[in-house]
């Protein structure tokens, strides 16, 4: 039994990391998946990929900052599909800025706090009016362990940003449960979802990763595939009763 049989999904930011595992799990699950991105080619790759494994996929290149591009974007899927049932926010991340306070400009300020919330506000609000209009939706947000605890690993603009994540994410879900959408999301602990993380964790001294490690319960880091099993359930009908949640797949180093 599939889950996600019939279901139209976008994911943004999925051509790579964890948004694509996302999306090979939603395609194995049953749904139609739009992959987005900001670069045609890795769209395009990504696309192709998803179809050799017989998957219903389609692509669009997108900034989620840009509020046109990200109606123009629903705009296809809806003439393509005629609605959208599920949408992943997972556009984000630190985007290469800088940790320390100093070190932090206004402009890597505004790309962090733009790409991971506001892109999330532009999507769920382009999305809502199609999820109402076919009976309901599930929206689910990546927020992370850096929005709900104080982590070292990333700096205050992302703290802030996904922090931002969470509270967008319950707000939201009060607004549109009536409407039969549900909106979650989930906060992941350090994930080597591609080439960049694992080569940081790769080159990081054996003491600091034993510091890590030795901060989670389970004592070994999560995959890509465990977070991307978390959003198929929270897209599918068996979290039926589930809003406003957010779900902390981390290995227990944050008990929410
Ligand atoms: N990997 C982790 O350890 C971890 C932990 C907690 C949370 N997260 C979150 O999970 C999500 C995915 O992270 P990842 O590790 O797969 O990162 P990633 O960098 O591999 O993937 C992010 C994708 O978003 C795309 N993107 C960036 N700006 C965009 C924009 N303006 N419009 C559309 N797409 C854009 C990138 O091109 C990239 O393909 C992010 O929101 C990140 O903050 C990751």
Redesign the pocket.
Known sequence: MVKLQGKIALI??????????MASEMVKEGATVFI????EQ?VHEAVEQLREIGGKVDGFV?????KQQVLNMMGYIVDRVGRLDILV???????RTPKKLEDISEEHWDLVL???LK?TFLASQAAVPHMRASGGGSIIN?????GRTASI?TGVS?AA??AGVVGFTRRLAKEVGPDGIRVNA?????????D??KETWDTMPDWEQTEVLDAIPLRR??T?NE?AKVITFLASEESGYMTGAVLDVNGGRFMG
């Open positions: 943004t930011g999925s051509a790579r990391g964890l948004g694509y595992t987005n991105d900001v670069d890795s997108a900034d989620v900052t840009n926010n997972n556009a984000g991340g630190a985007l733009d790409v991971n892109g990546i927020s992370s362990i850096g690993v992302y940003a996904k989930i906060a992941p602990g350090l994930v080597l979802s591609g960049r993380l880091l999560g890509n977070q």
